[in-house]
């Protein structure tokens, strides 16, 4: 009896493991899916088009292309159901030497452009906090 | 007080100047992150320095801090008025005079002056980590240099020395979300000093004439990027035998508009100093930056 009960829980256990992981996807939940997403990505490019300290590195970029990647982007970021298809992030800034100042730049044209959007500061702060852990890989390539 | 009010208006003119901030290459750091200005002139909190750079300076560029900060106590008065400038997110000098207003003492005790007053010059640099990004927190290393400028009556009360220098170590992490979500800022420090009463009572005593290790620290939450509310702690020394020193504590909100203008309100502890006890007030504290 005691070892049927053991082997019932291995074989629990097992195939607990064998399933995959559920993902959290209550960020992208509460960035308000992907319309919210695509919001919140177009609203920081208008930023980033009118702020001098940063849109010469945009200058040469398919503005379309950038927008639909960054969506992605964002969305896989937050646990959304997407896949991103775009280059690493290390490829997309290779060459252009992109300073400190100007990533954070950057992350204030999105803080301003989720703040218009009514984003919650602790939603916004998850956002920024997956977003900054990849800065290695996008300053000073 | 009317020394006070050209300074404020100091600070005032200073904010007015056509605004560098958006140009390119100034300012590059994220707002809030720069701190206030301390009492001693430092990047930091009000009572202790933090382990950040003055102004918004990033990698390349300069930043400028100017401030003017009131203690209003029982039966003292504290006024700071001071300047910094930081280069490259990773080098400052600061300097700063404080003036301690002895209040209704001097008549009690027939002192032969009614203020003490010392200069304060700083240099702080930041040895590795980041507030922010990388993996370590932001560690620096600063020295002060103080002098005090009306020795007499410290002199009477046992101080030993009218200068002095003092060195700390400090260490500053924002953890993003880590307060329910909101970002949490933490410093912790640590000071090599002999400074009575910051200094404005001398340096060393009859009691103990050699330096201590003191500890400092604070935290903050950022509500969002403009308003933190905190709390702060500075371990202080107790060289003289003719009064107590207290540890010095405070309760502050700090509002960052700008990166151009910042206010820090806080209820502050300061305890026994110079005979009289319960010396707990108001701090506040203004700062300018370009």
């Known amino acids: 009896m005691r070892r049927a009960v053991l082997v019932a829980g ?11 992981p559920v993902a959290d996807d209550s960020l992208y939940q509460a960035l308000g899916g992907r319309p919210g997403i695509t919001r919140i990505v177009e609203g920081m490019l208008l930023n980033v088009a009118r702020d001098p300290r940063i849109v010469q590195h945009f200058r040469n ?21 997407c896949t991103y298809t775009g280059d690493t992030m290390a490829e997309a800034h290779k060459g252009q030497q992109i ?43 | 007080m009317k020394r006070f009010a050209n300074v404020l208006l100091g600070v005032a003119l200073t904010l007015s100047v056509p ?39 990033d990698e390349g560029q300069v930043g400028v801090t100017v401030f003017a900060t009131r203690v209003q106590l029982p039966d003292y ?21 404080n003036r301690f207003d002895l209040g209704s003492l001097v008549h009690t005790l027939s002192l032969p002056e009614n ?25 620096s290393l600063g020295l002060e240099y103080k002098h005090q400028r009306d020795f ?37 420090g640590l000071r090599y000093s002999r400074a009575n009463e910051l200094g404005l009572l001398g340096f060393g005593g009859d009691r103990r004439t050699s330096r201590s290790l003191l500890k400092e620290w604070a935290v903050a939450v950022l509500l969002n990027p403009r308003w933190a509310v905190g709390l702060e702690y500075r371990e202080k020394p107790d060289n003289l035998s003719f009064a107590g020193e207290s540890d010095w504590a405070d309760l502050f909100i700090g509002w960052f508009p700008t990166k151009h203008v910042s206010v820090v309100l806080a209820y502050a502890r300061l305890g026994e100093i110079a005979t ?11 700062q300018g930056g370009f």
Request: proline share 4%.
């Open chain 1, 10 to 20: 291995l074989v629990a256990l097992l195939s607990a493991c064998t399933q995959a």
């Open chain 1, 61 to 81: 970029v398919d503005p379309e292309r950038l927008r639909s990647k960054l969506v992605e982007k964002f969305c896989v970021e937050s646990g959304g159901p």
């Open chain 1, 99 to 141: 300073s400190p100042a100007e990533f954070n730049a950057l992350v204030e044209n999105l803080m301003a452009s989720m703040d218009s959007q009514g984003v919650p500061t602790p939603v916004q702060n998850r956002l920024l906090a997956r977003l900054a852990a990849e800065r290695g890989e996008v300053i000073r390539k």
């Open chain 2, 19 to 57: 605004a560098f901030a958006d140009e390119a290459g100034r300012q590059g750091r994220l707002l809030a992150t720069g701190g206030a200005s301390s009492i001693d002139g430092a990047a930091g909190g009000g009572l202790t320095p933090w382990a950040m750079i003055a102004g918004y300076g």
């Open chain 2, 77 to 97: 008065r504290l006024d700071v008025a001071g300047a910094a400038v930081g280069y490259g997110n990773r080098v400052e000098l600061s300097v700063a005079r």
């Open chain 2, 115 to 139: 203020t003490l007053s010392q200069d304060v010059l700083g240099a702080k640099v930041r040895l590795f980590g980041d507030l922010i990004y990388d993996r370590l927190p932001q560690v």
């Open chain 2, 152 to 188: 007499l009556i410290p002199s009477l009360v046992g101080a030993r020395r009218d200068e002095d220098v003092e060195g700390y170590l400090a260490a500053s992490r924002l953890f993003m979300g880590g307060a329910f979500g909101y970002n949490l800022l933490v410093n912790a």
């Open chain 2, 276 to 286: 009289l006890d319960n010396q707990n007030g108001t701090y506040l504290s203004i």
